[in-house]
């Protein structure tokens, strides 16, 4: 089993900055992909950016189009520990962020970041943008 815990998630204006992160109850070789997803006020479950580590020192992102350019998903595997830096955030990034993780598939599958093939969820942080 794998619990994820966030934090990081608050009150931001537009055009500001915000840095999630997500602890992990297990290493990387549990779980080579994880991801953030949110949902949004009235709308469905998205993805944001996943992560997938080949090495220590290589890892490889993917971002939704919608944030890419100005969100930067890492991993500190040493640690258990993924962030989200969020910048030149907008109104539209309201909403709830989840960590997520999955424990099979490859890098291929992880880039594809479809919800339902994460079994690990964390408990969801609020982002605000106003």
């Known amino acids: 089993h794998v619990q994820l815990v966030e934090s990081g998630g608050g009150s931001v204006q537009a055009g500001g900055s915000l840095r999630l992160s997500c602890g992990s109850s297990?290493?990387?070789?549990?779980?080579?992909?994880i991801a953030w997803f949110r949902q949004r006020p009235g709308k469905e479950r998205e993805a944001v950016a996943s992560?997938?580590?080949?090495?220590?020192?290589?890892?490889?992102?993917e971002y939704a189009s919608s944030v890419e350019g100005r969100f930067t998903i890492s991993r500190d595997s040493a640690n258990n520990m993924m962030y989200l830096q969020m910048d030149s955030v907008k109104p539209e990034d309201t909403g709830m962020y989840y960590c997520?993780?999955?424990?099979?598939?490859?890098?291929?599958?992880?880039?594809?970041?479809?919800?339902?093939?994460?079994?690990?969820w964390g408990q969801g942080t609020q982002v605000t943008v106003s």
């Open positions: 992560v997938y580590h080949i090495t220590d020192t290589w890892t490889l992102a």
């Open positions: 997520a993780a999955r424990a099979s598939g490859g890098q291929w599958t992880c880039k594809a970041m479809e919800p339902t093939g994460f079994g690990y």
């Open positions: 297990r290493d990387y070789r549990a779980t080579p992909c």
